[in-house]
């Protein structure tokens, strides 16, 4: 996969994450603070413009977006979804394009460095109940074809989102409304699955 060809994912993914803000803020106004559809706008926003602007390989593309996104004012996803392109950006290539391997070595970083600043399991209500099951999906993932590993990846994530809603939140403000939480599915894993619907796509 070239860098063009990547970059073009990822403002994919940018564009499928801010089609759904709408969607994210009414989710996030059940037992949030109503601003994950905004707060993941503006992400999406900095990390397609970086991506856009970006004069380097893969790797300072990556450097580029993790650095847009860690200039933002927005709660908790900021942080988060920084380590997460920071990960992902220590594990790319710095040249003009990744393989398969690459590809799956960069994600696995890019996990076990979100992985260790958040804490979340599967079950916590929370991003990484559609991050962990992505990157399964991205560990396991047998085929040589990029377009194929982001589609794993995309299904994983869905399913992922999904399973949340029989989750109890655990973090955040919507900790405090218990079991009431069940049904209505996590904002942040419903954005994560966005995110990868739109690298798949």
């Known amino acids: 996969m070239t860098k063009a060809e990547f970059a073009a994912r990822l403002k994919g993914a940018c564009a499928s994450v801010e089609g759904a803000e709408g969607l994210l803020t009414e989710i996030d106004s059940k037992f949030g603070d109503a601003d994950h559809g905004l707060t993941m706008s503006k992400i999406a926003r900095a990390i397609s413009q970086a991506v856009e602007e970006s004069q380097g390989g893969i790797q300072e593309m990556l450097d580029d977006a993790a650095m847009a996104v860690m200039g933002l004012n927005g709660g908790s996803a900021v942080p988060l979804w920084n380590t997460l392109l920071d990960g992902l950006q220590e594990a790319a290539p710095e040249g003009d394009e990744v393989d398969v391997a690459g590809l799956k070595a960069m994600f696995a970083h890019a996990f076990e460095a ?88």
């Open 114 to 201: 979100l992985d260790e600043i958040s804490g979340a399991k599967e079950g916590d209500k929370t991003m990484m109940d559609a991050l962990i099951s992505a990157s399964k999906a991205i560990a396991a993932y047998q085929g040589q074809e990029a377009g194929g590993l982001f589609e794993a990846a995309a299904k994983a994530a869905q399913a992922g989102a999904e399973a949340s809603k029989g989750f109890v939140a655990k973090y955040g403000r919507a900790k405090s409304y218990k079991e009431q939480t069940i049904g209505t599915p996590d904002a942040g894993a419903v954005s994560m699955a966005y995110f990868f619907r739109g690298l798949a796509e």
